[in-house]
């Protein structure tokens, strides 16, 4: 059991992980000792959400919303993940690409929790007392970066500690994609494929605009940043987001539930496949090339039973016995958002007469 089921008092709305701002019950707040330590009103979390995302909205910037988006990680964990799940279109973009890749840019300006375990050249010899002073335990999985290559930004240092969860592979320049490159590629090919993958838009090789108006609109799209949608001679086109927050969530979840220990390449063409296999055909009628992204938590789900599927057939999961149901296994233990009860246990008492 964490420790943190032991906070008391004031502690309780100092961990993000405890924090349940208004919406600790009468009984809760008199129990932990924090009555009186917030306004006298039960909020649920479903009104806690309409008044960040007000909140948020009124906010000049992307940049603005970075920063109150991890502050509200950092106060209330709880809250953080289900604005996410219930606001994916709008906040991913926000989180991750393209706004994360100027919020390492500002790292150093954003004062923040620190986040994360730094190890410099200097710890050489000593890289275990460092790692030893993190406060968690119960570490299920681990990502590192040297913020060597931070999406097409360069060497950030430690400012590159904004994005550890994964960088793409494809780094360019804007605008490698000229409008003649396109109209080349529009006559060579019927549908001509697109993919300004790299990050963040500022570095994309094309936009969505120029990419279907050079290509008539026959053009299969991504982009690694998202584009709005673009309306050209009378047809709507939704432009796909070609971003590894489609596998990375999925891969950690199965590495999570089923303990798998090598992660093969194998593992990461089987992703792929499964996320292929996820697009409809409304997906691809409006242009899109991968699901939308408000798919993406049951896209993860379906991706980790795949790889669990495989793990499992060739000796990768080290959790046994091996669940029943898969699916099932999973989905208990995808991440809900939901506030726990954090009161202490208590029991029925028979005294003796």
Known sequence: MSSHRYLIGRNVLLDGRTDKGTAFSIEERQALRIHGLLPPSIATIELQIERFMENLRLMPDDLSRYIALLALQDRNETLFYRVLMQHTEETMPLVYTPTVGLACQKYGLIFAKPKGSFVAIHDKGHVYDVLANWPEHDVRAIVVTDGERILGLGDLGCNGMGIPVGKLSAAGQGPAFTREILEKMA???????????????????????????????????????????????????????????????????????????????????????????????????????????????????????????????????????????????????QYAAQYQDILPATWQWHTLN
């Open 187 to 333: 006559s060579l090919n019927e549908h001509p494929v697109i993919f300004a993958l790299s990050n963040p838009t500022s570095k994309a090789e094309c936009t969505a605009q120029e990419a279907y108006e050079a290509t008539n609109g026959q053009c299969v799209f991504a982009s690694g940043s998202p584009f709005p949608s673009v309306k050209y001679q009378g047809k709507t086109y939704v432009p796909g987001q070609g971003n590894n927050s489609y596998i990375f969530p999925g891969v950690g979840l199965a590495v999570v539930t089923c303990r798998i220990r090598h992660i093969p390449e194998e593992l990461f063409y089987i992703a792929a496949k499964t996320l292929s296999e996820l697009v409809t055909e409304d997906d691809l009628a409006v242009g899109l090339v991968y699901p939308s992204i408000e798919r993406i938590r049951d896209a993860s789900r379906a991706i980790a039973v795949k790889l669990a599927e495989y793990a499992y057939a060739h000796n990768l999961a080290t959790l046994y016995p091996k669940p029943d149901n898969l699916d099932e296994f999973i989905k208990l233990n």
